[in-house]
């Protein structure tokens, strides 16, 4: 039996580990994704203003034949192809970066035609893309012209069996025309799009004076130009600032205008919003702005958009200024936005933050080596086609014999080139002439070309070898472009005015609402409403209340006034009445208006005693005073004032009348305490200081009174009396004693009234 051989055990793994250091592993790891982010995904290259997935997505629809007097094909195709010939990622992310290219929203030039639902201004998504059409549109291969001239260098794809470029050679300045916007590692992208033919004039004036200073590029670049039009308010200084560094912000605001009804009425019409907002969700800010009353003069929003944008404003009355309405609205609403600046851009590989000025004598560089390249190419071509032309002009001058040796000699190639000095491309061209270009005429043809293509050959070389050649061949492509995209033409047409921002004085929105009567009622269950005008609060019956649940708080107010809600654990909170349900039904729960915490109760619903001091005191005997402001809160998470100790909650909130002096405090004990007021502190917030010493039990009221006048109590039952202890001496005592006996005929239930 023959003896089989083993394969030796394989080696360990352990034998395989690299002995590193996690840091330095994790640090070389890291770095080469960051790397692969900024270089080959998020940011856009300085000579074309493309990402990797875009110029992919243009190529394959160029080598489809996708050009703009082409018919269209389906998306899916072009999608197909990308992802599996150039960019080997998730189809709906080529898909959706196809999308982008051909909304006119999105992009100042659009780069692809669509046909079909590309999505709107509304938010709306796209249609799948086997619905939809696209092909090239006209500055898409004005980008891409001279690719077939050996302009750019080329690579070869992630599975080496194709080419792609490495950048576009054309001259539409795409990267300020259309913008970028895009997120790396430890960087980001923010380029606004700009109006092409400003940018190509700026790159003629520093043609003609590379010495021109950055202020000089702003008499050609006035500022962004967004597909969406709009205003920019953004001050000239720091627009040009923001030029200079490279970094900045603008102020975007919508176009609006007065719409006249006739008699005195008028509505508000906005034409264009600021780039990138989506006005499905600014209707719905807007509308949010009237249900809310957020801002009482205005009264109602409608959106009559169809293919073009029309949102209406109608004002609360004829009175209202429209530009204090509309410098509202661009104050609480994204009618105004902020669109940043950061020309953070790939050169030739590197990412850096340029200038305005930088970004385009950059860009010039690269025009004049694609010019350059293209013309090298040009010239080569003109070369190989004279030499051809050489030898069939010798053809022409030796017609009979070059009929003879290609009839008689065994290789007609060699016999050529031998008897005429012909080189074997010469000799191949006159072996693959047809008998009837042996005809004078097409001798004269040859001539003419062969003098043609020598002048031309002449041309280039001269332009190759001389710079200011290229700069004045580099000025009459770019002043053809700049007269294609100029202001006269729609495309060309800029969209956003530079313009100052008017002075508006804005009032506070407490003083747009208008002063109305309201009565507050809140349930002893929480419920809260406000009631049109002051009724009748001893007229019970005319509040109806549900099933199981009663009065508890009621009270008259304004709508221009502030209602204050103080919860037993001591947090305060503020409501605007002009906001609070209608009286209608029975209200709205108090808990869906601000933020209660667990276990806490309502002990205090009234209007806000504006410019005085409350008294607050907890259960457990211990208070202080307080700026009635600072118990005001601006969120629904109110503010928190007093700090009750242990089990302790808040038991007393009474707002300090003018001239009082003292304060009464009363146990549960029946204990009797006056003090004078000056005893008790201001604070912000706090556990306070003792009111009254207790043994057992704890407060059971307090109030602020004149001395002079005397301490007055309710009697109780229907009458209304009241009674009043003149001499209090017997009770007065130091703040924090346990007090006396009341007075006969005090209330048994220990309150003051």
Known sequence: MARTTLAPPPEPPADRILDTPFDSALGDRYLVYALSTITARSLPDLRDGLKPVHRRILWGMR????????????????????????????????????????????????????????????????????????????????????????????RTTYNGEEEEP?????????????????????????????????????????????????????????????????????????????????????????????????????????????????KGKLIEALAELVNEKKLPIMGDIDDESDEQVRIVIEPRSRNVDPAVLMESLFKLTDLEVRVSLNMNVLDHGRPGVLSLRDVIAKWLIHQREVLIARSRYRLEKIDARLDILGGLLKAYLNLDEVIRIIREADDAKLELIAAFDLTPTQAEAILNMRLRSLRRLEEIEITKENQALTLEAKGLRGLIASPSEQTARMVKDLTALR???????????????????????????????????????????????????????AAGDAIKFKEGDGPAFAFHAYTTDKIMVAAND???????????????????????????????????????????????????????????????AETRKGRQVLNPKDKAILAVVRPIPPG???????????????????????MGRGQGVALQKYKDGGMADARTFVMTEGLSWAMGGTTARTRTESDLTFWKGARGSAGRLPPTGFPRDNKFG
């Open 570 to 632: 001591g947090r305060f909170y503020t409501l605007s009445p002009d906001k609070l349900p209608g009286g209608r039904g029975f209200g709205e729960p108090l808990r869906l208006m601000i933020d209660l915490a667990e276990g806490a109760e309502i002990m205090l619903i009234a209007a806000y005693p504006a410019e005085t001091k409350l008294l607050l005191a907890a259960s457990d005997g211990r208070g202080f005073l307080v700026d009635s402001a600072d118990v005001l």
């Open 63 to 154: 080598l489809l034949k996708l050009d703009p007097a082409a018919a269209y094909k389906k998306s899916a195709r072009v999608v197909g192809d990308v992802m599996g010939k150039y960019h080997p990622h998730g189809d709906q992310s080529i898909y959706d970066a196809l999308v982008r290219l051909s909304q006119d929203f999105a992009l100042r030039y659009p780069l692809v035609d669509g046909q079909g639902n590309f999505g709107n201004i509304d938010g709306d998504n796209a249609a799948a893309m086997r619905y939809t059409e696209a092909r090239l549109t006209a500055a898409a291969a004005e980008l891409m012209d001279g690719l077939d001239e050996a302009s750019v260098d080329f």
């Open 660 to 682: 009082d002096d003292m304060v009464a405090v009363i146990g549960e004990n029946r204990k009797l305490l006056v003090f004078a007021l000056d005893d008790l502190p201001t």
């Open 166 to 278: 490495e950048v576009f050679p054309g001259l539409f300045p795409n990267l300020l025309a259309n913008g970028s916007s895009g997120i790396a590692v430890g960087m980001a992208t923010s380029i606004p799009p700009h109006n092409a033919a400003e940018v190509l004039g700026a790159a003629l004036a520093l043609l003609d004076n590379p010495e021109l200073p950055e202020a000089a590029m702003l008499a050609h670049v006035k500022g962004p130009d967004f597909p969406t039009g709009g205003i920019c308010v953004e001050p000239a200084a720091s627009i040009a600032e923001s030029y200079a560094t490279g970094r900045g912000s603008f102020r975007l605001r919508a176009r609006w205008r007065v719409e006249d009804q006739g008699h005195g009425r008028w509505r508000i019409v906005i034409d264009e919003i600021p780039y990138q907002v989506v």
């Open 483 to 537: 007269d294609k995209y100029g202001p006269t033409t729609p495309l060309g047409r800029r969209r956003t005015s530079v313009e100052t921002a008017p002075d508006v004085k804005l009032m506070p929105l407490e003083a747009m609402i208008d002063k109305e009567p309201l009565t507050i009622i809140a349930s002893q269950k929480g419920w809260v409403r406000a009631m049109k005008g002051h009724i009748d609060l």
